[in-house]
């Protein structure tokens, strides 16, 4: 039973497809709304921005980030799920036809940017499926110097203390580095860090 349960929760949430994507990706809509909403303030992205969304789930985030960055700027979301891909082209749909959002098949592993190629990195809700050594050192290299890495994660999601995204963010060369556990009425503390790629 308990394998039957994790099985439907990782095709709803996990690794995203299907029906059960979908359904799945219905509810990080409501769910990941107000993460996303904080993700996006805090990268402080303005006109002309380029911005990398990691696992940018049914495209909520997208949204947001390309109408604080255009006209002129450009936002990336890299989803390994064809489910939460289809799902945020059709909720992003208009602007992906004015050039403002690219989908693409990626992780935070294997991004496909080049490298100093955007100004910042959102991720919400996914840290807890990178391998993180190796997502935090592509991210790294792809963000601009002084660009700003943003993550944000419900903390009963993960299963390791908080301390150690830290801790891992700074062995990948990240500088500037805060980390918050944010209380929420409704749900488990917000995860929140927030750092900047150093000026070399």
Same mark, same amino acid.
């Given at each position: %039973?308990?394998?039957?349960?994790?099985?439907?929760?990782?095709?709803?949430?996990?690794?995203?497809?299907?029906? @059960?994507?979908?359904?799945?990706?219905?509810? %990080?809509?409501?769910?990941?709304?107000?993460?996303?909403?904080?993700?996006?303030?805090?990268?402080?992205?303005?006109?002309?921005?380029?911005?990398?969304?990691?696992?940018?789930?049914?495209? &909520?985030?997208?949204?947001?980030?390309?109408?604080?960055?255009?006209? *002129?700027?450009?936002?990336?979301? &890299?989803?390994?799920?064809? #489910? %939460?891909?289809?799902?945020?082209?059709?909720?992003?749909?208009? =602007?992906?036809? @004015?050039?403002?959002?690219?989908?693409?098949?990626?992780? @935070?592993?294997?991004?496909?940017?080049?490298?100093?190629?955007?100004?910042?990195?959102?991720?919400?809700?996914?840290?807890?499926?990178?391998?993180? #050594?190796?997502?935090?050192?592509?991210?790294?290299?792809?963000?601009?110097?002084? *660009?700003?890495?943003?993550?944000?994660?419900?903390?009963?999601? /993960?299963?390791?203390?908080?301390?150690?995204?830290? =801790? !891992?963010?700074?062995? @990948?060369?990240? &500088?500037?580095? #805060?980390?918050? !556990?944010?209380?929420?009425?409704?749900?488990?503390?917000?995860?929140? /860090?927030?750092?900047?790629?150093?000026?070399?």
């Amino acid at each position: %039973m308990v394998n039957v349960l994790m099985r439907a929760l990782d095709a709803a949430f996990g690794h995203p497809r299907g029906m @059960a994507g979908r359904i799945g990706g219905a509810l %990080m809509v409501r769910g990941n709304a107000e993460q996303e909403r904080w993700a996006v303030q805090r990268a402080d992205l303005h006109t002309g921005m380029q911005v990398l969304v990691v696992g940018p789930g049914p495209g &909520v985030g997208l949204r947001l980030a390309a109408a604080a960055v255009g006209p *002129g700027g450009h936002v990336i979301g &890299v989803d390994p799920s064809k #489910t %939460m891909r289809e799902m945020a082209a059709t909720r992003c749909a208009d =602007q992906i036809r @004015a050039g403002l959002i690219e989908l693409r098949d990626g992780t @935070a592993e294997h991004t496909g940017c080049g490298s100093g190629a955007v100004d910042a990195v959102l991720s919400v809700n996914n840290v807890m499926l990178w391998d993180r #050594t190796a997502g935090l050192t592509e991210v790294h290299r792809v963000l601009r110097p002084g *660009g700003r890495l943003v993550i944000t994660v419900h903390r009963h999601v /993960l299963d390791f203390q908080p301390k150690q995204l830290r =801790q !891992e963010a700074q062995a @990948a060369g990240f &500088v500037e580095i #805060t980390l918050n !556990e944010r209380k929420r009425r409704f749900n488990s503390p917000a995860v929140e /860090l927030l750092a900047r790629r150093g000026d070399t």
